[in-house]
């Protein structure tokens, strides 16, 4: 993003603290997944809920998100993302996990909201026959990072890339060192790539057979695609 642009967006996030305050305290009523400790596929790491409501923001004050949004979120977990997108103000969300357990905890946290008039959650594994579908105007991600299993997010991003026009911008959460992400929508040559939120600091919890130390802290990005100007 340019220089410009982003101390824009930055000044006028600290004029919402307060706002996203009440949406992280919203985001509290998410009922927790649980967690398979012995499987290390899907890297279950939530989007801790003051991210989610900082990114979300970002995306409203740009206007991304509008009661006319109809927000995808994949491998939604509790649905954090989602339902933060739909107390921001979109019109509907659908969410999408392949994990039965992630589907009902968002379903459960959709009710506890009071969205479950606005909120459809399915079950579906992303895989290469798997497609966005065409009622969805922008999508939001936080895919496994590919660490424990090789490439794990390759599936969903390239599904993203290949979006039906409806969509016209999609965000994702990667680590800082996942440079594939702005390569792989670069190439697909009908999308925009830029950093919204830069080396945001993410503790992640012990909750794997394969974790050493009670937690551990990395950094990721916050990236948004948006659809090229047609010429």
């Not at 642009?5 to 998410?30: I, M, N």
């Not at 009661?67 to 921001?88: I, Q």
């Amino acid at each position: 993003m340019r220089r410009g642009l982003w101390s824009t967006l930055e000044g006028r996030l600290r004029c919402t603290e307060q706002w996203q305050f009440r949406l992280k305290r919203s985001l509290q009523l998410l009922h927790e997944v649980p967690v398979n400790s012995e499987s290390a596929e899907l890297e279950q790491y939530a989007t801790p809920h003051a991210l989610a409501a900082r990114w979300i923001t970002c995306l409203r004050l740009l206007g991304d998100i509008d009661e006319k949004s109809v927000v995808l979120d994949v491998g939604c977990g509790a649905g954090t993302l989602g339902l933060a997108a739909v107390m921001a103000g979109a019109g509907r969300a659908i969410l999408i996990d392949c994990c039965p357990a992630s589907c009902e905890a968002a379903q459960q946290s959709a009710v506890a909201l009071g969205f479950s008039d606005r909120v459809e959650v399915r079950q579906e594994r992303v895989d290469s026959t798997w497609a966005v579908p065409s009622d969805a105007s922008i999508v939001l991600t936080n895919p496994p990072f590919g660490h424990q299993t090789f490439r794990a997010d390759r599936v969903i991003l390239d599904a993203l890339t290949k979006a039906p026009d409806s969509v016209q911008s999609c965000h994702v959460l990667h680590a800082r060192n996942a440079r594939h992400v702005y390569g792989m929508f670069r190439d697909a040559g009908c999308w925009q790539a830029a950093r919204i939120l830069n080396d945001v600091p993410l503790t992640l919890p012990k909750r794997l057979v394969h974790h050493r130390s009670n937690s551990m802290q990395t950094y990721v990005h916050c990236w948004r695609m948006v659809r090229k100007p047609e010429d």
